[in-house]
């Protein structure tokens, strides 16, 4: 993606001019926030042997139940056989359900079980609680800037995908 290609660009001028060190910064401060924000969820993971990969997949399960398996890999940006592997784990442990689809019968839908809803939970409540600290401190136009910000980064295609997500809720 190019910088013309961002929203807020009009034809290679931006509506905000950052220099490359202003810009390196922020690419630090994404490195360290992202650090933070999958501590917590890997401390409790680590416990079951899993990874974040479990973690994500456990995530969109919940958000969209019954989701067939070529939604997440659409979604978690991840191949076939990575997604086998996490599912498998999470189905033999008894977290995640795999039940044939009702129109096609290829297709496999994907719901948590109480077991995998209670984990998905405690890993979400981790990051519920770092996120809304930190936007309590930031204040509530750093949230809006912040959420512009995230949706602005987005290729074309996640940002529909994320966007039909919020929808549906």
């Known amino acids: 993606m190019s910088e013309s290609d961002l929203p807020g660009s009009q034809g290679g001028e931006t509506l905000l001019f950052l220099t490359d060190d ?3 910064q922020g690419i630090e401060a994404m490195f360290f926030a992202y650090r933070g924000f999958t501590a917590d ?3 409790i993971l680590q416990n079951y042997s899993y990874g974040r990969a479990h973690h994500r997949a456990l995530h969109f399960i919940n958000a969209n139940p019954g989701t067939t398996v070529n939604n ?3 979604i978690l940006g ?3 056989q990575s997604l086998n592997r996490v599912l498998r784990t ?3 442990d008894g977290l995640v359900q795999s039940n044939v689809g009702r129109s096609d019968k290829r297709e ?4 948590l079980t109480e077991k995998g809803e209670a984990l998905e939970q405690e890993l979400s409540n981790a990051q519920r609680v770092r996120m809304r600290a930190a936007y309590r401190q930031a204040g509530p136009e750093a949230v809006q800037g912040f959420k512009r910000v995230l949706e602005a980064m987005m290729d074309p295609e996640m940002r529909r995908i994320y966007t039909k997500m919020r929808e549906t809720r």
Do not use: F, S, Y
């Not at 496999?108 to 719901?111: G, Q």
């Open 72 to 74: 997440l890999l659409a």
């Open 22 to 24: 202003q810009l390196r």
């Open 78 to 80: 991840v191949t076939k």
């Open 41 to 43: 969820p890997d401390r």
């Open 108 to 111: 496999r839908n994907l719901h």
């Open 90 to 92: 999470l189905i033999e």
